[in-house]
């Protein structure tokens, strides 16, 4: 200490006879005086005194400055004995400012020593510079400095041991955050060893023991004693039997800690015991070179409880780690693991050789169904076997969801007929033999460019085209399959914007009675124009709007306006038309479809008579008795309803015969076959025929020029409607129309 100055007197040398361990470690007491007439007396008053079982070690200034200079270099002083008044008044109190907001040295104690009674501090004075005791130098007797060194140092040893157990108990609480994070046994050994070394204060040197399997043989009647995690000087004896070890001692003690199940701590070395279950545990062996302090005690018995917790837990957490990553039901990795699995196989640039496949069995659901779950069971657990027989053992496998299964590797192996050869050969589930197929859908990778998420998705959109075109089926990836639904996406992102900011509109398109040549009723057809004039085409929105959902409240708007405008055409002398509105099979399924149109026929103060409603063949794809409850409702409020694009679709005379219809729409197609005289004529011929018999009046579209209205009215053709007459218009259009129309026709 060259830096300080010269008056900064010395350190008490150790008495003669001290014993070496004790005086390692005495009390530091700081003396801080300017009459050297009070240092000998404090040193000659203290000399060879013994407090709390450790000496005293003074040390001494003679000023403000000079103490505080020495506590910035000098740790661990207890007590500071400290006159008011050195070099100037104040010195002493701005002395304790230092040593408590400066020097943050909250734990040492500090005693004011005055030399006269009227130079004491007041109370309010002693609170707000934190002084612990003050004495007037007169009544220090000897006696009375031990008792109140004593006191402080009392205090002063509290105050750290508190600290201690702070820290230890800062240290186990951490502990138990990193033991729940640790992956198995051996993980969780390895932190144990760390942490008592940590919490001691001492290298991490020590081992882990536990009993043997309980299916492993015994050893003199006794269950044999593994190390499972061992560290330093130890490291070797990891995985080896707790007889090989050579050190009797250490063999001793962690034989009786698993025994007995108790922990042993003795002077220099310590094995904890804990508890996994009442029957079943492990213990830690930690050698120290220092004594082990009774404060260090307690908090060991305070880590073992908290760690015996953890350790009960720990094959909890393995499990829920181990759930969280594989598949419980198959016993294969799930959509986690294998978003990790591709994420880290893209790091590395062979796996550009690679290609991700998506496999889902056909028709699963209704197998399901129909012969109960058990089955379905069974059936997943026969594919993963399949899977996992047929294909090599660098393939990755895992189960998606449902029964949806992944499979991972090099092209080679994870390619279509790779796949499909898993299903050549017929499951033998339940004891009968099951031909199954499976559709899949395959996605090429390429190191480091893309998420494991983005590859899924590909592979998914693969499979949805693959089990579009039938069973059994396996489709590639394409960059054009994948542009083509992003422009899907994007076309549904710019529709539902264009129906929130209104921006679809109604085009009315007349329909004309071939008997008289009347207009006897309009078709609202809904149309969408882009901010840049652009119209898309029906035939593309439409089904995007279907797929999405969008076109319920599409179809709920359509409606609406169609019935208005209604009203605004008979309000300018349109009268006695009737509105068909097309409607989605979509919109059909909807719980209240029929209270919807009831609210539209009400709020329009339109009559049910006024609307026609066109249905799809399609309807009759799924059940067909709720669609047939529901037409018979709607035509039971006095709406009619129109079969549209019949012969295209499903047709059938069964269902035909069955659902309730007024009117049977022939489709464009066989209209214009009718000129050319080829099969298009017979099935437009066969139309108008079963259409009469049936008791529905037919309705032919696409009729563009006079030869087909005279074709179709040879045929006992009821109505008409196409370009022959009018193309699809704009309200104020149509108003114009039907006013030149019915001119032409006076």
């Known amino acids: 200490m060259d830096d300080l100055n010269d008056e900064l007197v010395f350190i008490e040398e150790d008495g003669p006879g001290r014993d070496s361990e004790e005086a390692a470690c005495p009390w ?32 001494h200034a003679s000023s403000g400055a000079e103490a505080v200079a020495l506590l910035r270099v000098t740790e661990k002083i207890a007590v500071v004995l400290l006159d008011v008044v050195m070099e100037s008044d104040d010195a002493g109190l701005r002395m304790v400012h230092t040593i408590r907001n400066e020097l943050k040295l909250a734990n040492c104690r500090i005693i004011l020593r005055t030399g006269q009674p009227g130079q004491a501090p007041e109370a309010e004075t002693i609170t707000r510079y934190d002084i612990n005791d003050y004495k007037t130098k007169s009544e220090l007797t000897q006696n009375r400095l031990f008792i109140t060194l004593t006191t402080a140092i009392r205090s002063y040893d509290q105050l750290l041991r508190l600290d ?44 882990v023991c536990c009993a043997a399997a309980q299916d492993s043989p015994l050893l003199n009647g006794h269950p044999e004693f593994r190390i499972i995690a061992a560290a330093g000087q130890f490291r070797s004896l990891i995985q080896r ?23 042993l701590i003795e002077a220099r070395n310590l094995t904890l015991y804990f508890a996994k279950t009442p029957a079943e545990g492990f213990a830690a062996f930690i050698d120290s070179a220092k004594p082990i302090s009774d404060v260090d005690q307690e908090l060991l018995k305070v880590f073992c409880t908290n760690i015996a917790l953890c350790a009960k837990n720990i094959e909890l957490v393995t499990k829920l780690r181990r759930d969280a990553f594989f598949d419980r039901q198959l016993g294969l990795p799930n959509r986690t693991a294998l978003v990790c699995e591709l994420d880290q196989r893209m790091m590395k640039e062979q796996e550009s050789g690679c290609a991700l496949a998506i496999v889902d069995i056909d028709q699963f659901a209704s197998a399901n169904d129909l012969l109960g779950h058990d089955y379905g069971d069974a059936l997943l657990k026969a594919t993963a076997q399949r899977l996992g027989e047929h294909l090599p053992a660098n393939v990755f496998i895992a189960r998606l969801a449902g029964d949806a299964f992944a499979v991972m590797g090099p092209k080679i192996a994870v390619n279509g007929e790779t796949i499909q050869a898993c299903f050549q050969t017929p499951f033998v589930i339940e004891g009968v033999h099951q031909p199954v197929s499976a559709c899949v859908g395959i996605t090429l990778l390429e190191s480091g460019r893309r998420s494991g998420i983005e590859y899924i998705r590909d592979s998914y959109l693969a499979l949805k085209q693959a089990k579009a075109a039938g069973l059994g089926q396996t489709l ?45 009723g309009v078709e609202a057809l809904m149309r969408w124009r882009r901010e840049d004039g652009v119209l898309v085409s029906p035939e593309c929105f439409i089904p995007i709007a279907e797929q999405s959902g969008l076109i319920v409240d599409m179809g709920r708007w359509l409606l609406q306006a169609a019935l208005q405008a209604l009203q605004r055409f008979r309000a300018t002398g349109c009268a006695d038309l009737r509105m068909a509105v097309n409607i989605s099979p979509v919109q059909l399924r909807q719980p209240g479809f029929v209270d919807s149109v009831s609210d539209a026929l009400r709020l329009t103060r339109s009559r049910p008579a006024d609307l026609e409603l066109e249905i799809t063949e399609s309807v009759a794809v799924g059940s067909l008795d709720p669609v047939i409850a529901l037409l018979k409702r709607l035509r039971a409020m006095g709406v009619t309803v129109a079969i549209d694009d019949f012969g295209t679709g499903y047709s059938s005379l069964a269902y035909l015969d069955k659902l309730p219809a007024d009117r049977l ?3 464009r197609s066989f209209v214009r076959a009718l000129e050319r005289d080829d099969n298009g004529t017979r099935i437009a011929r066969t139309i108008i025929v079963l259409g ?5 009046r037919v309705i032919a579209e696409g009729v563009e020029n006079q030869n087909l209205e005279e074709l179709l009215q040879a045929l006992g053709c009821n109505e008409t409607q196409g370009y022959h007459y009018g193309h699809p218009m704009q309200e104020s259009e149509f108003i114009a129309w039907h006013a030149r129309y019915k001119g032409d026709q006076n």
């Open 476 to 520: 590639l990836f394409s960059q054009d399959l994948g542009s083509a639904v992003r422009e899907r996406a994007h076309l549904l992102r710019d529709l539902r914007l264009a129906f929130e900011q209104k921006q679809l509109f109604l085009s009315y398109q007349p329909q004309i009675e071939l008997s008289s040549g009347r207009i006897i």
């Open 241 to 263: 039997r707790l007889s090989e070890i050579d050190d009797p001692r250490i063999v001793g003690q962690l034989t009786t800690a698993l025994k007995e199940r108790r922990s």
């Open 692 to 696: 009469r018999e049936l008791g529905l």
């Open 28 to 59: 530091r007491i700081l003396v801080v005086d300017d009459d050297p007439g009070v240092h000998e007396a404090t040193r000659f008053a203290l000399a060879n005194v013994i407090i709390l079982d450790r000496p005293l070690a003074l040390f």
């Open 164 to 207: 201690a157990t702070r820290l230890g108990l800062e240290k186990i609480v951490a502990a138990s955050n990193q033991f729940i994070a640790e992956q198995g046994l051996q993980s969780f050994a390895d932190g144990v060893i760390t942490q008592i070394a940590g919490l001691l204060g001492v290298d991490p040197e020590g081992l």
């Open 665 to 667: 729409k022939i489709d």
